[in-house]
């Protein structure tokens, strides 16, 4: 019955304005909800109204002074179903890449705030966000375009820091795996991957493990040695100079 009447409810929405259903499916990459601030409105002018639209029918919601949107529990997972259940990303693809840019640029913001006195601040924004991250890694990966490739390192490599200095290395191990493994499939050549193995060699070292950590270290400095990236090779030799005091 519910499935029913939100079926009703977006089919109401679209036939007021039929931008409606793509941004109602946009929003299912987002199960955090996203900072109004956030949706391209200048380089996707559609977006107000259909945002509109969305809210008069209830299918958004607009909470506190960052006038953040949100989706309530059923809503949320029924634009998640139907995201997942699309043949292709394309025409999302626009909207999609400019909120990932936007998410990333402040995502890069706080991987600098940490370790700084700011690091509170950082450390809240990644909490808030991190459903959002860790869904924009997927959909980055199957994207696997070059441009994808450095937002979802950026992203890796924030959340693993902030994982790091939350005291939850463990869990980053656990969330951000997933990611290596597409990462060797789509970008195994690229900074991004060699970035992302540092990172993750961070957290295992922070778990003890240091096998696990001079694994992917190792594998950070192959990639760093192949692609010429002398600074990233000169960061992970000294990674693994510590390691090896370690021992």
Not at 45 to 70: C, D, F, I, K, N
Not at 163 to 191: D, I
Not at 205 to 234: M, P, S, V
Request: with cysteine.
């Amino acid at each position: 019955r519910l499935l029913s009447s939100l079926n009703l409810t977006l089919a109401a929405a679209e036939n007021e304005n039929p931008d409606a259903a793509i941004l109602f499916d946009v929003m299912g990459a987002f199960p955090g909800g996203l900072a109004q601030q956030m949706l391209p409105m200048s380089e996707q002018p559609w977006l107000q109204a259909a945002l509109e639209v969305l809210l008069q029918h209830h299918l958004l919601s607009l909470h506190g002074e960052a006038r953040r949107l949100s989706q309530a529990a059923p809503v949320s997972s029924m634009a998640s179903l139907r995201l997942k259940k699309r043949a292709s990303l394309a025409p999302l693809w626009p909207v999609l890449q400019e909120v990932y840019q936007r998410l990333t640029a402040t995502t890069d913001h706080m991987y600098d705030l940490l370790g700084t006195t700011e690091t509170p601040l950082a450390l809240r924004w990644l909490l808030l966000e991190e459903g959002n991250l860790l869904q924009a890694l997927n959909y980055l990966c199957e994207e696997g375009s070059t441009s994808s490739a450095e937002c979802a390192g950026t992203i890796t490599i924030c959340l693993a820091k902030g994982f790091e200095f939350a005291g939850r290395a463990k869990t980053g191990l656990q969330k951000l795996s997933p990611t290596l493994v597409a990462f060797e499939k789509f970008w195994p050549q690229q900074q991004a991957a060699a970035l992302a193995n540092r990172a993750m060699g961070n957290l295992s070292l922070r778990e003890n493990d240091l096998t696990g950590a001079r694994q992917h270290y190792n594998h950070a400095l192959a990639i760093f040695t192949a692609i010429d990236g002398k600074l990233g090779q000169a960061n992970t030799l000294r990674a693994l100079g510590d390691l090896k005091m370690r021992n």
